[in-house]
């Protein structure tokens, strides 16, 4: 488990699959996840079974956040990095914080803090980097915030609701 001030950031658990499933297919989340399709109870159980894989051989890893502040922790979203690259020490972040009233606290900004320094210290990893709509304001600020700098722009790179959305690639160096 990752401790933070807050927050813990802790392996997911077959109890998540019920918030997981309902996240996932959550049609307001679609558009920065790039889903096209509802995610079934099975799916999510092979994603959970093949969850106890090391990153090295899965590419990936999601840790759930889990808010301290309640006499029984309550798990609010979840954190991943995806593209994992150990030669390049490289890896994708993203976050979600799923229940719309536990979104702008500060708490995936520090989930984020948490796991850039878990990415640095226990991975070893040089870098980190995200895709962010650029209409997507509160992303670009939590990301820029804890030192993602811009480094490119994806044009017309999603098609979403009708229209083309621009993206950002942001990245930071853990290790400058």
């Known amino acids: 488990m990752i401790k933070g001030e807050r927050i813990n950031l802790r392996a997911v658990e077959p109890y998540d699959r019920d918030m997981m499933y309902a996240w996932e297919n959550d049609t307001r989340n679609w558009h920065v996840s790039g889903t096209l399709s509802p995610f079934s109870k099975h799916t999510i159980d092979d994603f959970l079974k093949n969850a106890k894989e090391d990153i090295y051989t899965s590419r990936q890893l999601r840790l759930a956040i889990e808010l301290k502040d309640n006499p ?8 991943d990095l995806f593209d994992f690259e150990p030669a390049h020490r490289r890896a994708g972040v993203g976050v979600l914080i799923g229940e719309h009233d536990d979104r702008g606290k500060g708490l995936a900004s520090e989930s984020l803090h948490l796991l850039c320094g878990y990415a640095k210290d226990v991975l070893n990893l040089h870098q980190l980097y995200c895709h962010i709509h650029q209409d997507n304001h509160s992303s670009i600020k939590l990301f820029t915030t804890a030192g993602f700098v811009p480094c490119g722009e994806l044009k017309d790179w999603t098609f979403v609701s009708g229209q083309w959305k621009h993206v950002g690639v942001f990245q930071k160096l853990l290790n400058p």
Not at 72 to 79: C, F, N, S
Request: charged content about 10%; overall charge positive; cysteine-free.
């Open 72 to 79: 029984q922790p309550r798990t609010i979203g979840y954190i």
